[in-house]
């Protein structure tokens, strides 16, 4: 079994192992410290999207826990909620500069989950917070819940795929399973609005036995490696691959964990400032809308 047999055994390529390397109080000080770099904005908003149950708000509460310095349950989770939640991460009562807008999952079918129309909505800053979707229609852009003329501040400055290590969308045998098909709908969507895009790879845990032992084996993993390697399906490079351990039922935090999940805030904030480069270089028409 494809899985299994690769799972044990490791990559000789990497001479150490970076993750014991790497400081958490570092990245949490990036992240606490970024600016966006145009005037009109402070937080930048990613958005979350992916299939039904690939980790998604998973990956909220997760990183709210590393900030909040214990494991909290604050979204919701392991049920499929229709509505977008705009979520702001607070430390010690202070807002961070990072909004997460998490979603519905996209499913198959024409009448289930989000649709097209409703990403493109989303990513525009057409749709206002805890808009309920319905699964069987798009956004209404003649709605009380519909914003004609969003500024910078409410559009979507980086999408994040999420997809589950574990599910064999990912695998390269089965690259083109039908939610990869999706995300590549929307992929294709987000391209043409020009906004920067990653992967996150979340349950790296239940992916690999090794990475499940101990997760610092997680850059030594085959497994892991094929499933990054396998994403660029998308097409993204796979340096815009994020693999993540989310808290799911531990207790406590663990240091390893919290890199892992810091390290892909830290990279969806340097990207959000790729795209307000992008729109700075794309010329003067658009100063008086960025505020600059
Ligand atoms: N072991 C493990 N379990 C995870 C991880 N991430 C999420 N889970 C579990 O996977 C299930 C689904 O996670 P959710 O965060 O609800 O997924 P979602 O993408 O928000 O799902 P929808 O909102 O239904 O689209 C939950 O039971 C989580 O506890 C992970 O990294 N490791
Ligand atoms: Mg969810």
Same mark, same amino acid.
């Given at each position: 079994y494809y899985a299994t047999s690769d799972a044990s055994s490791t990559t000789? &390529?990497?001479?150490?192992?970076i993750l014991k390397s790497i400081n958490p109080e570092r990245l949490m000080d990036y992240i606490k410290n970024y600016k966006p770099?145009?005037? *009109? @904005?402070v937080q930048a908003r990613v958005l979350l999207v992916g299939p @039904?149950?690939?980790g998604k708000s998973s990956f909220f509460n997760s990183i709210n826990s590393v900030f909040k310095g214990h494991v909290t349950g604050q979204a919701n989770t392991g049920s499929a909620g229709t509505s977008l939640t705009t979520q702001v991460l607070f430390q010690g009562g202070k807002a961070l500069p990072l909004v997460l807008c998490d979603t519905m999952g996209l499913e198959e079918?024409? *009448? &289930?989950? /989000?649709?097209i129309d409703d990403v493109n909505g989303i990513l525009k800053g057409n749709v206002q917070d805890r808009y309920q979707f319905n699964p069987s229609m798009s956004v %209404?852009?003649?709605? @009380? &819940?519909? +914003?004609?003329s969003p500024s910078l501040k409410d559009t979507i400055h980086c999408v994040v795929y999420v997809l589950d290590a +574990?599910?064999?969308?990912?695998?390269a045998r089965v690259g083109l399973h039908v939610c990869v098909c999706l995300c590549m709908c929307v992929f294709m969507c987000v391209v043409s609005l020009g906004v920067p895009q990653l992967v996150l790879l979340t349950k790296v845990d239940e992916a690999c036995p090794l990475v499940r032992d101990d997760l610092t084996n997680i850059y030594l993993s085959h497994y892991i490696e094929r499933m990054v390697s396998a +994403?660029? +399906? /998308?097409? @993204? *490079? %796979?340096?815009c691959v994020l693999p993540v351990k989310n808290? *799911?039922?531990?207790l406590e935090l663990d240091v390893h964990t919290d890199i892992l999940l810091l390290t892909a805030v830290v990279q969806m904030l340097r990207y959000s400032n790729g795209y307000f480069d992008d729109i700075y270089q &794309?010329?003067? %028409?658009k100063s008086e809308w960025l505020g600059l």
């Open positions: 000789s &390529a990497v001479p150490m192992n770099e145009v005037k *009109s @904005v @039904v149950g690939a079918g024409p *009448s &289930a989950g /989000l649709d %209404q852009t003649d709605g @009380v &819940a519909f +914003c004609k +574990c599910k064999k969308e990912v695998s +994403c660029v +399906c /998308l097409g @993204v *490079s %796979q340096s808290y *799911s039922r531990e &794309a010329g003067d %028409q």
